[in-house]
């Protein structure tokens, strides 16, 4: 018997697709320089106990299993590299409880952050991470995702309070709880985030809330140059300032916008800002943001203070990727994310720059530079050997100098396939030991194979 046959016993067969079209769909993430690879058979769980039922099987009979959510991720870690079964948990997506008092929820691996979010309006809480994208809870965790709201909440490390894990085995484990803090025992919850499906899969996370501010004002502060509006972003988290987002983006990511929205910003670098909590504290963090702004050279500081507004900046924001992959729409984008000192941040904008402008390539400069993380996106044909060779040369000098100042290869995207050759310098002393928890969690090594550390 085939496959899919063989997995009839583990989830109903409507569950169990082959089509070409859906294989196609779960072959790869979205906007990434990865080249596809279909898997054999695409399983739909709809519980914990169909995916211990799926894993069991796949130990037994040694046939890889890469866990697939939303596919938005960039370094290839939904690609079934070895075939095999993509595990799609998009049919887990209960919100099991809300508990407004203790500020937590439950939630399955499949929910999204928007249908979480949507869920908590009415009890004015809000889940901040927003890696932009509508991303599954438990890709999110995967991945230890980011974004624009971590310089103030933190990553996704930070908002886990507990997992539950179905290993390679088919076995369960439950790690964390429903309280803010333990010390109880190793923290298994911060191992398996950013695990990348490498070493179980999480059927249900215990999820730290936050209330939704009192006020909130979004601002945009143009500047005459990368390094002017990376020195402003330095200033306004060294102030002190209670300042709840800190983007960037370079005046090529502005050109993509604007010819793929049909706006009309001035192409220049330019800061996004978001400001949040009491009315008095709000007003006075956007007068200083805009004297601070006004010492580099601003040339126009814009804030909104509607809902609207603030959406529509922030989707001008979010859609900066796609925007600027548009540019060069026979080609795929190379996306790559370091994360310096913050202190570090000017010099390290400047130097991408300059590597990107040295090798030719038509690159853009954009990301979360609160936190010292950035992006640079530049366009390669995956299939061609000399254009492939200089857009990852591009990619390996950017590493480079975030890794000589005491950064890291990946601020928030992950190593997926794509930058496990960095691992060796940035954590070669402990490689050894990450190699140990894999083989103990997955000895068989069917758990997304080729991703982070192969065995």
């Given amino acids: 018997m085939g496959l899919a ?19 196609q769909r779960r072959a790869g993430g979205f906007f990434t320089h990865h080249l596809p690879r279909l898997p054999e058979v695409v399983v739909v769980p709809e519980s914990k106990d169909e995916v211990a039922s799926v894993l069991r099987y796949a130990s037994e009979n040694g046939i890889p299993v890469t866990p697939f959510g939303a596919g938005s991720s960039l370094e290839g870690h939904t690609t079934p590299v070895e075939g095999g079964i993509s595990l799609d948990l998009n049919g887990l997506n209960n919100i099991v409880e809300v508990r407004p008092d203790d500020f937590i929820a439950r939630v399955e691996g499949g929910v999204t952050r928007g249908k979480l979010n949507a869920a908590l309006e009415e009890h004015g809480l809000f889940f901040p ?11 999110m965790v995967g991945t230890n995702a980011s ?48 695990s990348e499906g490498t070493l179980g899969v999480f059927t249900e996370v215990t999820l730290r809330l936050y209330p939704v501010p009192e006020s909130i004002r979004a601002a945009r502060a143009v500047f005459p140059s990368v390094e002017a509006a990376a020195r402003v972003a330095v200033a306004l988290i060294q102030s002190g300032m209670n300042i709840g987002r800190v983007e960037l983006v370079d005046a090529r990511t502005v050109e993509a916008v604007n010819a793929y929205r049909g706006t009309d910003y001035p192409v220049a670098p330019t800061l996004f800002l978001e400001f949040s909590g009491s009315e008095p504290s709000v007003e006075h963090d956007v007068e200083v943001a805009g004297r601070v702004s006004s010492t580099e050279g601003c040339k126009g500081f814009d804030f909104e203070t509607d809902e609207a507004g603030r959406e529509r900046l922030w989707e001008t924001r979010h859609q900066a ?17 370091v994360c310096v000192p913050v ?5 390290a904008l400047v130097e991408a720059r300059k590597t990107i402008d040295c090798y030719g390539v038509d690159g ?7 936190d010292g993380n950035y992006h640079a996106v530049f366009p390669v044909d995956a299939e061609d050997p000399e254009d492939f060779a200089k857009a990852e040369a591009v990619n390996a000098e950017i590493v480079a100098y975030a890794l000589a100042r005491g950064g890291t290869c990946t601020g928030e995207h992950g190593i997926g396939s794509g930058k ?18 894999k083989a103990l969690a997955d000895p068989k090594g069917i758990m997304n194979p080729g991703k982070v550390i192969p065995l």
């Fill in 5 to 23: 046959t063989e997995l009839e016993r583990a989830v109903p067969a409507g569950r169990i697709l082959t089509d070409e079209k859906e294989l």
């Fill in 420 to 437: 496990a050759k960095y691992l060796q310098e940035e954590h070669g002393d402990s490689l050894d030991f990450m190699r140990g928890i």
């Fill in 364 to 370: 853009a400069i954009l990301g979360h530079v609160g």
């Fill in 147 to 194: 974004g624009t709201n971590a310089v103030r909440y933190g990553v996704m490390r930070d908002q886990v309070l507990g997992l539950e894990v179905v290993l390679a085995d088919g076995s369960t484990m439950h790690t964390g709880g429903l309280s803010m803090k333990s010390s109880a025992g190793y923290n298994l919850t911060g191992l398996f985030v950013g």
């Fill in 129 to 139: 991470v927003d890696p932009g994208w509508d991303a599954t809870i438990g890709g």
């Fill in 321 to 337: 990727g796609t925007a600027v992959a548009r540019l060069n729409p026979d080609k795929r984008p190379m996306t790559t994310d």
């Fill in 343 to 347: 202190s570090r941040l000017p010099g």
